[in-house]
């Protein structure tokens, strides 16, 4: 049997009573008895709405505060019961049970609960038991029961009884069948996230991924693949909180650095900063006392990289660095906030994406971040932690703006792929290795994009001459802080912990430079 009956007996309970009262009227129009609790019935009666109470249906009352409803016979045996089966059929007449065709469900709001603070037991009680067994078992018997888990298929439910003489088809039941799978399936997830945070556990033997398409993309990392951007748990400030006003559709690329952007550009909150990023690696990263200024040094570090990249700013957009940013092709913008005069300056740039968030991700906010293996996945603790107490391994000790620019500088590596390596004067980048095998060469393409730099803008000395450097993992060897030494770098940040430490701190003060190590790595792979 591959079409459901007509409809003639819907059971609605709903915590969103969003499009309620124009969903129950439809169904009454069609002549569809209407079952329904507590706040529910209320609701569709104050609408005019004809409908029985379920206990009224079951002939027995709710019990324990309403945390018993719909957990009977009456009405569990009226989804489930085969239309088609003799044997079926002859039950539900023994025992005087009643088909029902149409159940309409959505649940307890446990995650908003959760995100308002509540305390535990509030936050027990709004764990829905009737609900996901109502969408369970009507959706395993879509053959024959219609199933609707969200008021956004009100509208198309209620067309399709019309258009078909108050029946649904099955290609439909199946599509709304694994909807209601799949809200059951995010709904525990949640549950089981928020119990293993209760007990502290950031690695809970079982991780249960759940997340909601926000929207499938053209394609995803190159066009032969398909891809979409889902939300997840809690929403952490940046792509996914973020309001698009201006631009065209963001691609999986756009999503991606601009991810990348934000997060780095929130580890700077003193100073108005920007970082310039492409294919998720920072090609230039600034402070300055002025938004416009903290742009200009940024952009400077890698002017041919820049194009085509990403940006990200710590302050609000203002007219003056909306200009100038406006004279570089730049495929997304994103900030807390834009002036006025901002929107202005890029109104002749229709393709740019704006995007603007309320707030900056908090660096230090715990999270976890997962990576797809083959068969599996990697899940890890987001890297919060930066450089604390430094310790000073070298005869020379950094000056009081080296020390700052030392902090920027490997705040930076933290963002960069790698092997990184990070040249930073007076708060801005000014030449970056990133993704290399080899340590050395990271710190030598780095000096020479400054050299590069340097000559396409007829500038006599590289930036990097004066310099401070700043690694991600410790040098295995001293060519490396040699090659920033030859580079004309003055101080060095790094870990530490190599076997070859005391070589690499003598080479170090035999070209009179500053060192100090911070005891953290920050790998990005």
Not at 249 to 264: G, M, P, Q, V, W
Not at 426 to 454: C, L, N, P
């Amino acid at each position: 049997m591959s079409d459901a009956p007509v409809i003639r007996r819907a059971l609605i309970s709903v915590s969103d009573k969003t499009g309620l009262a124009d969903l129950g009227r439809g169904l009454a129009g069609l002549g569809i008895t209407i079952l329904s609790t507590g706040g529910t019935a209320r609701a569709l009666a104050a609408a005019g709405v004809a409908v029985t109470e379920v206990a009224d249906h079951t002939g027995f009352p709710e019990l324990l505060d309403g945390r018993v409803k719909t957990l009977h016979p009456m009405i569990h045996g009226g989804i489930l019961a085969r239309r088609d089966a003799s044997a079926d059929q002859a039950a539900l007449a023994a025992h005087g049970i009643a088909a029902i065709d149409l159940v309409v469900v959505n649940l307890y709001p446990f995650e908003a609960t959760v995100a308002s603070g509540a305390g535990r037991a509030h936050c027990i009680e709004n764990i829905d038991i009737g609900g996901p067994a109502l969408l369970r078992s009507a959706a395993k018997n879509h053959r024959f029961v219609t199933v609707v888990c969200d008021p956004a298929d009100y509208d198309e439910l209620v067309r399709t009884l019309a258009a078909r003489g108050g029946a649904t088809d099955l290609a439909l039941r199946q599509r709304l069948a694994a909807k209601a799978y799949a809200a059951t399936a995010a709904y525990d997830a949640a549950i089981a996230t928020w119990f293993a945070a209760e007990e502290g556990e950031r690695l809970p033997e079982r991780v249960i991924l759940a997340g909601r398409r926000r929207e499938v993309l053209r394609y995803g990392e190159n066009p032969h693949q398909e891809a979409a951007f889902y939300l997840a748990g809690a929403a952490r400030p940046g792509v996914a909180t973020a309001e698009q006003v201006q631009g065209k559709a963001l691609s999986y690329n756009n999503l991606n650095d601009t991810d990348a952007a934000c997060e780095l550009v929130a580890e700077f909150r003193d100073r108005p900063a920007v970082a310039i990023i492409k294919h998720a690696n920072p090609c230039g990263v600034a402070e300055a006392d002025t938004l416009v200024a903290a742009y200009g040094k940024a952009l400077a570090c890698d002017p041919v990289s820049a194009f085509g990249g990403v940006i990200a700013l710590n302050r609000p957009l203002d007219g003056a660095t909306a200009a100038e940013i406006a004279k570089l092709f730049t495929e997304v913008i994103i900030a807390p906030g834009a002036e006025t005069a901002a929107l202005a300056a890029l109104a002749s740039k229709p393709n740019l994406r704006l995007l603007l968030i309320e707030e900056l991700p908090d660096p230090a906010a715990p999270g976890l971040v997962l990576r797809a293996l083959a068969g599996g996945f990697l899940v890890q603790t987001r890297d919060g932690v930066m450089a604390g107490e430094l310790e000073v391994v070298t005869r020379r000790a950094p000056s009081a703006a080296e020390l700052a620019d030392l902090r920027f500088a490997f705040a930076v590596a933290k963002h960069v792929k790698s092997n990184a390596i990070v040249y930073v004067k007076d708060g801005a980048t000014v030449g970056i290795g990133a993704g290399q095998m080899s340590r050395v060469d990271a710190a030598r393409i780095a000096a020479a994009k400054a050299r590069e730099v340097a000559a396409a803008a007829a500038a006599r000395p590289p930036a990097t001459i004066g310099s401070v450097v700043a690694s991600d993992a410790f040098f295995p060897f001293a060519d490396g802080v040699l090659a920033a030494a030859e580079a004309g770098a003055r101080a060095v940040i790094q870990p530490g912990g190599s076997v070859r430490d005391d070589e690499v701190i003598a080479a170090a003060d035999r070209a009179g430079l500053a060192m100090v190590f911070t005891g953290i790595r920050h790998f990005r792979h």
